[in-house]
């Protein structure tokens, strides 16, 4: 008996969407890291969102965990609370994320040594992590809101350790280089 749910959308019209929302943020993500200065609004609200980006992403870190170890416990409408917490998070990092690279200039990390060879291989990995791991979370997420559990369970355990790996190194990434912004913000 098939229990599965009628999808919104088919699924090659969201392999689709998936393809191009993924190719999209990606390549704006690239691009902005070369926007020259004098094309960057001004905007000092944006000083703020390296910290705030971090605060984001430890809360999803968090939500991310409570929401396997809500699941793993039976509760499946906690988990599913946590997850959307944790995906709608992601998205407004995101944004926040987009918005600070259209408004301030890439700043470079002025470590030597192991220092520097650390930030590069955790931002390294990091990049390439966040890259694949939106369309992973997309599809957990569809597989999910379609009932299609069999589906959703094989992906969100691939998905899963990547999006939380990702979401700790962006905070690991931000307290390395925090030190080298040309601006200092911490509320604290």
């Not at 993924?22 to 926007?35: K, P």
């Not at 509760?75 to 609370?81: T, V």
């Not at 599809?139 to 009932?147: D, I, P, Q």
Request: with cysteine.
């Amino acid at each position: 008996m098939n229990t599965e749910k009628k999808a919104w959308i088919s699924d090659k019209a969201f392999f689709r969407l998936v393809l191009i929302v993924s190719i999209a943020v990606f390549a704006v993500v690239v691009l902005l890291q070369y926007l020259p200065a004098d094309l960057r609004p001004s905007a000092d609200f944006a000083k703020a969102l390296p910290f705030t980006n971090a605060t984001i992403n430890s809360i999803v870190s968090i939500l991310l965990i409570f929401g396997l170890r809500a699941i793993k416990s039976g509760n499946k409408g906690l988990h599913q609370k946590y997850m959307l917490g944790a995906f709608l998070l992601s998205g407004l990092f995101l944004v926040s994320y987009v918005t600070y690279h259209v408004c301030m200039s890439h700043t470079k990390h002025e470590g030597t040594g192991m220092v520097l060879y650390s930030y590069y291989g955790i931002l390294l990995t990091h990049i390439v992590l966040a890259a694949a791991v939106l369309p992973m979370v997309l599809y957990t997420v569809y597989y999910s809101t379609t009932e299609q559990f069999a589906k959703h369970r094989k992906i969100a355990k691939i998905t899963f350790p990547i999006w939380l790996y990702v979401s700790i190194t962006g905070v690991v990434v931000y307290l390395m280089i925090a030190p080298y912004y040309p601006f200092k913000y911490f509320p604290f």
